[in-house]
């Protein structure tokens, strides 16, 4: 009963309109309610202390990394790169969104901030040289939700803190799916568009393609930095994300000279508005944790789960496809924090790795930013490209399935997660 209670209230808040960090708190508030143990005390006990992690200091930090990068002029250099290794290719600035897409990935872990600028800098130009615009718009959207799975990704670090698990693990674990998605992406890329007949970049010179690299050498030192300090134990995931904004902010202003001591107060603001937001959010959803394991709702969805508790593939396409179905409602990160405190006891017992489980469940919520019509990076794309989602939405499903299908290959081989993260752990 306590589970039906709680599922009630969750959407029926939700399809009233109530926002979710509300329908959290309220959920929770029900549930004390029917339990007897209502105390406003203790709601807002839970409250305060879930906001109140060490941990999540990395979420704001890499937010502001992400605004230094795309105004200090790191993401233009990126897409230059990408351009001067595939531009010239047949189909060249669809490769050439994919392969940025992927290193601007390992710089923010912001997916709306990479499709934003990905679309302001590539779009104009897939429209001069008579591309499809809707096929386009979709295949930025889909490469921008690469950025939640390859390291650094604000999303580990929130079902991290959600779930209990290692976050340099699964920013580790990260780095093979998140390419395998990428890939995926460039071969349904070339498939739709190997019978089109599009106007092909000239191959630049050696000497312009050296120089573009030298420009963007900067930028590419980031991801190194990140992933080979968590590997050696130089730093955690919080001072990862210091480093990365310090970083950024420093070749934005130093370097590239793009980022002038004027536009600081806008990224900050920026930065800040988007922290509170998640900071409420992982907050509302902390006392609904407290109060799923009060209320001993893990073991009442064991009992639902039945039937595929002996399976642990079995288990994780349920659970895959019940998270991409909530993610055509629900946003990526209170679908996070709502069903990881109620998942991992489950999937503890069905003798899942964690660490596993916490990339598998990212790649199935990050579908949902691009699935209508909530999908907060499909709206970004749309806006940025005054594009009608109905348009887009059909140019993208080449692209979508195609990331789908890597999700449900790791759930059917689990290796692939597991086997680089045990060398990466090493």
């Known amino acids: 009963m306590t589970l039906a209670i709680f599922l009630g209230c969750l959407i029926g808040f939700m399809l009233v309109g109530v926002p979710i960090a509300f329908t959290l708190l309220l959920s929770g508030t029900a549930l004390m309610w029917y339990m007897g143990i209502f105390d406003a005390q203790l709601i807002a006990q839970n409250l305060i202390n879930g906001a109140d992690n060490f941990v999540l200091l990395a979420a704001p930090f890499f937010m502001l990394a992400g605004e230094f990068m795309n105004a200090g002029g790191l993401s233009r250099r990126i897409v230059n790169m ?3 290794l595939v531009g010239h290719i047949k189909g060249g ?4 969104a994919v392969v940025a897409a992927i290193i601007m990935a390992s710089l923010s872990g912001s997916a709306v901030a990479d499709t934003t600028a990905l679309a302001a800098l590539l779009l104009p130009m897939m429209r001069e040289a008579k591309y499809d615009e809707g096929r386009c718009a979709g295949l930025i959207a889909c490469g921008g939700i690469i950025a ?7 999303p580990f670090v929130i079902f991290g803190v959600a779930a209990q698990v290692s976050i340099t693990k699964l920013f580790l674990a990260g780095i093979v799916p998140g ?12 498939w739709v568009s190997r019978h089109d007949k599009l106007k092909t970049q000239k191959r630049p010179p050696a000497a312009e393609i050296r120089k573009t690299f030298v420009e963007g050498i900067w930028a590419l030192f980031l991801p190194v930095i990140i992933i080979v300090g968590l590997k050696m134990g130089v730093f955690t995931p919080t001072e990862a994300a210091v480093v990365a904004a310090v970083y950024a902010l420093f070749v934005g202003m130093f370097v590239y000279r793009e ?3 004027k536009d600081l107060y806008k990224l900050f603001l920026s930065a800040g508005k988007m922290t509170a937001v998640v900071m409420f959010l992982v907050g509302g959803a902390m006392v609904t944790a407290w109060l799923i394991t009060v209320a001993d709702l893990p073991g009442q969805l064991v009992e639902l789960l ?8 079995l288990f994780m396409f349920a659970i895959v496809i019940v998270t991409l179905i909530i993610g055509t409602s629900m946003d990526m990160t209170p679908t996070i924090l709502i069903l990881a405190p109620v998942l991992m006891p ?11 489980f916490g990339v598998i469940f990212v790649m199935a919520n990050a579908i949902g930013l691009i699935t209508p019509p909530v999908g907060t990076s499909l709206t970004a794309v749309c806006g940025v490209g005054k594009i009608p989602v109905g348009k887009v939405v059909v140019g993208m499903w080449p692209f979508l399935l195609a990331e789908v299908s890597v999700i449900f290959l790791l759930v059917l081989f689990p290796d692939l997660v597991l086997v680089p993260l045990a060398f990466l752990s090493r």
Request: zero cysteines.
């Open 82 to 84: 990408a351009m001067a």
């Open 93 to 96: 600035l669809g490769y050439v």
């Open 148 to 154: 939640p799975i390859i390291p650094p990704s604000i």
């Open 179 to 190: 390419v395998l998605m990428g890939m995926s992406i460039i071969f349904a890329w070339w």
């Open 259 to 261: 980022l002038k001591f």
């Open 306 to 313: 039945g039937p595929v508790l002996d399976s642990p593939k």
């Open 346 to 356: 489950v999937v503890k017992q069905v003798g899942i790795n964690p660490v596993y």
